[in-house]
């Protein structure tokens, strides 16, 4: 802020000129008070400069509305959405979501600090405010291959980058508990951190707590969340397209403990967000579960802001951004308008902000490369057994289940078997041509034929690929190389149907109206190769390959026991 | 913190090595739930690393008792105390008041950044944890003469500090109002800011806040409160010497603002820290108006540590620092034990921590500097009328009356009258001896004989005298410039009792203890020149010469009128 800008905003506070905007009559959701407050709201230079009577050069009677501040995403992976920053701006801005914290962890784990530089580039470009939070765990783990390598050093000088906060998801806890150099020279560079607590002990949290760490969005039990609470945690209730904790979380918050609780997606598809909403889903939500709404208004946006020390945000009040949301009803949080930085952004549902110019892609593009593969590349030895680690799904849930079970063998390698539901997949290493591909055996899919891959496989983002056939999958892995990145379905050896991921094979060059229309053709032929509809099978795939989530898992280095944290084989070797 | 302690505590957190200090058993108060919790706390290198159980080197059995984080004063002028931050120190942290932010206003008045220097240098030697807001005001206004000025180019370099947060209360609102330059210079430091908007309306609340003014301890109203609190103020509720808001401002809290509410002492008085406490007094008064215990603790702790951005304290959680006190009683607020940094430092009220050496003062004494007075310096002309602008005070409070009535005139001037309780006031300038001579008329001191005198006189703090007598207005003037400072009771042209306070003319070079007993001696004294008992007769005049508070105030400039923000002569010329 100059002199100059202050001086004005200071003249229009005190009325001695007309506000740039100023909203009538409207009941003000104050999180301050918790309270609805009723004045004018002065706004000059996109900052309230007033809560009283005023006179503005635009004026907007809002009797019988309510203003509320614009909502935070507390935790977001922008890439989950496969659209771009901008793309994704014009999303979420229409659900009432005028800041996020983005954690820009998938891009990094294909293409490192270029990755970093794409998304913050792309971010200058939006309406949307997006503070990021740097990732701290490239690669997830030892346990995999990623594109890139990120270390405290390298973190170093985007942390001096404006709209930087600090380290995200630490989700590496042995390397916490360990106390591993690399480790606490990440949680030495003084900035706020964001934890990845899934699954904690009370023991772990009492570390997680001594190294600093403040928030976590990986609670799926009341009492884990109350542990966490108690011990001065920030708990985001998280609600993704495939992890769902809201519902059970809210059973937790009390008008009490609600200032340390947030809202967060982690990771939403864009069809769920266009569909279902961002976090003004979580508000609206926690509403119907009983919450008073100006409580869920408040966590979704102030409690935020506090947690991240946007001072100037999520709330109504004089030197506050005017990023604000009118509703025409309170309860249902129904969005008439958006008002960014005191600019009209989204009307009913709707984007009308400006547009600006694509940013240049060139150093995110064309990171899939693979070795040559053969038929043979996807045969599981079953080394003499007939019981095999299996995978077990849950739908719209990261964590799985370890099965031991028969499985079908022929000439001494295991196979898929459409009968038993039991289907081969893979994880191939796509980013240094390596020849690592790792091999298991997974439940739950359906697929009755053909095969689904995709680039998109937390958080390596390896090509993860699940099929009936080795064919298949082999097409599929082959399709995924030619289209740089993406999602393909195959069939008979064809690819059916695809989605094109150009940018580090996890986002769309295309508009999002156009890459949610390519996302309805594919769900339309997951049903011609069988595929269950009762949830989304490419974003169950994409989590099979994430390490730091319970409890089977696979890699490009083979199958991943969770409860050991080690390799395993697939055959049950029993002695 | 280096890599070594991080990695310790993180063992000690993990239980791989036993913690410094563990207590056992007792109930602890959650700021973060509301509720009371239990476990073992554990403590190592004087952070708490974790709460379940543990093993400690030294273990404390706390069964029946009450375990709540450290007491943080919000806002405090330590030379209020009489005492140096040292001394300070020993007093407050048998209260429980592990923190404070001070403000060191009233030595930068009279020292300067060498004022400064001082304050930061002993606050070093203190184990209670003093943060500093620098001084935005000095002098406080244009209408008198202090002892330094202090512009942004000043502050810069202490800006950039350990222990210091911002800057301290902006209370020159006319500045602010009209943009003018230095002012807006300091507010655009780029810290936080802290308010004092004693009186300001809602428009003027406005201006505040847009200027990014973060706190108001100038409340006295319900109503006050709420309109600063809906606008985003964090309110401070001050409970001082003087100035006594506390009870007026607890009918204002709710639970569901008070997360915005802080407790502070401001200015108050060593025997009334002594005696009453410092804000251990304000939370236990809250508890007992039926503020709910942990809300009125985490208004006297972690609702501050919040607001001034300190992330390590005001709370009992891994990662904060183990500044912690042991209660006998909840609602009694009893401290039995006081932990600084995992060390006990006060038990019962004793202080039992360590002592440092005393730091070197030589740069902020001698600061008495007066010009030569006569027997006619302290005339006031009554200019052919016999009716005056008369200064009314109101005991504990630092508003003053603005009355208008007769006044005794003899050879045309103004005198005292012991009577009518009409007494010569005056503010003798003594940075500079530049002569200047500010006289005035004050009803409500009710001495009889005799005169007071101190150079303790916000803000600017030139020497400050009431007296039946010139001569004995003299007489106190001149022994305060052979003490180098402090308090003085005159009777009969003698010295009656005195108090030195040879730093800076504010602070005693001597012990706590050993001011206390002085402070006595004082208060007998004063009964001997018929001083009423009711109120402090030095406190109720050191702040006679504040020109931002209403209504009617004295300056080495002469009388000002704070209604019209102006000097008016003392003799009112009817036309």
Known sequence: MTKAQLKNRIDVANKQRKADLVIRNASIVNVFTKTLTTG??????????????????????????FLAPGLIDA???IESSMVTPQQFSQVVLPHGVTTVIADPHEIANVSGTNGLEFMLMDAEATLLDIQFMLPSCVPATSFENAGACLAAEDLVPFMRRDGVLGLAEVMDFPAVLRGDEA??????????IDGHAAGLTENDINVYGTAGILTDHECVTK??????????MYVMLREGSVAKNLLALLEGVTEQNAHRCLFCTDD????????????????????????????????????AAQCFGLHQKGAIAPGYDADLLLLDDLEELTIAEVYKDGQLVAQNGRYVGTLQEKSDTATVKDTVRIAELSKNSFQIPASGS???????????NLITEHLMQEAPVVDGFFVSDTEKDLLKIAVIERHWATGNIGLGIVHGFGLKNGAIATTVAHDSH???????????????????????GGLVIIQDGKVLASLPLAIAGLMSEEPFDVVFEQLKVLDESLKLIGAPTHF???????????????????TDCGLFDVASFQHIPVAVIEE
Chains 1, 2 share one sequence.
């Open 462 to 484: 390896n090509i993860i690929a699940v099929g009936t056939t080795d064919r298949d999958i082999k097409t599929a892995a082959e399709a995924l190389e030619n289209l740089k």
């Open 386 to 396: 007939t019981k095999a680690h299996i995978i077990g799904i849950n739908p719209n």
């Open 223 to 232: 009492e884990e969340m109350m542990m966490r609470l108690e011990r001065g």
């Open 536 to 554: 989304n099978a490419f974003l169950t795939l994409s989590f099979l390959s994430l390490p730091v989530i319970p409890k089977l898992k696979l």
């Open 268 to 303: 939403k598809h864009l069809d769920d967000m266009i569909e279902e909403g961002s976090v003004d889903y979580n508000v609206r939500t926690a509403i119907k579960q009983g919450i008073h709404p100006i409580t869920a208004i408040s966590m979704g946006s102030f409690n």
């Open 183 to 192: 480790m606490l020279d990440k949680l030495l560079l003084n900035r706020q």
């Open 40 to 65: 004018d709201v002065a706004i000059s230079d996109g900052i309230i400069v007033g809560i009283g009577d005023y006179k503005g050069v635009k004026e907007i009677d809002a009797t019988g509305k």
């Open 75 to 77: 935790h977001v992976h």
